[in-house]
């Protein structure tokens, strides 16, 4: 399982619909020499980040680059780091945004309910994008989000990027026809159970997510969306 920080670059020129608990972002990569549209959004460094946590423990750390940005530290365990309740620490030595240390605990995977999948079936889930997409799952709980995330290339210089967060604690959630429709056929989105934390240090509002795939009902499988 897999864990990322700080990994959306967001100077590239995008445009951005919010729909309910998602987002869709539609950036454009370049049009040989044409004038673009203006770059939206900064980064504001934090100093170095370090983190820590999991049984054995795992760490790493990863300090801004020079226009405050940070290369996000991809990094896989065995199976045996994390698995449901250890606990782990995200620190900042401070920046532009002030020093501050975030407790997280791994979530216990959420179980995908429904739509239903078979007892050592595939976790990835074909769905039209020609209609709103429903799914329920188990173990949410409310300090936790349920975190999808997908993108795919419009054309040559543009990308298309979902991101959503749902509610844990709910148990469901739809996603709308009018998000799915604009992204390409073939995408793969993925679908994470995420331990979430919010601190505020000095005037930003830092939020943090250790996240894990939920998993198909005989724990086999990781789930994934696959749009058509």
Not at 13 to 41: H, M, N, Q, R
Not at 58 to 69: E, I, M, R, W
Not at 77 to 93: P, V
Not at 111 to 133: C, K
């Amino acid at each position: 399982m897999s864990y990322v920080v700080l990994g959306l670059d967001l100077r590239m020129p995008c445009t951005v619909t919010v729909v309910g608990d998602c987002k869709i972002s539609e950036c454009t990569l370049g049009d040989g020499g044409a004038i673009e549209p203006p770059l939206v959004g900064a980064y504001a460094s934090a100093g170095t980040i370090t983190f820590r946590g999991g049984n054995p423990e795992t760490s790493f750390t990863a300090d801004p680059k020079a226009d405050g940005s940070y290369d996000a530290p991809h990094f896989t365990s065995n199976g045996r780091a994390f698995a449901g309740g250890e606990s782990a620490t995200l620190s900042a030595t401070g920046g532009a945004v002030p020093a501050f240390t975030q407790a997280l605990t791994y979530p216990l995977l959420f179980i995908l309910e429904q739509p239903a999948i078979a007892d050592g079936g595939s976790g990835t889930l074909t769905v039209p994008r020609t209609q709103d997409f429903t799914f329920a799952w188990s173990r949410g709980t409310a300090d936790a989000d349920v975190v999808l995330q997908g993108s795919s290339g419009a054309s040559p210089a543009t990308s298309v990027s979902l991101l959503c967060r749902f509610a844990a604690a709910t148990g469901s959630a739809t996603l709308p026809r009018s998000l799915l429709t604009r992204m390409n056929a073939g995408t793969t989105i993925l679908v994470f159970s995420a331990g979430k934390v919010t601190t505020q240090a000095g005037p930003y509002t830092v939020t943090t997510y250790l996240a894990g795939e939920m998993l198909t009902p005989s724990k086999t499988a990781a789930v994934s969306l696959l749009l058509q």
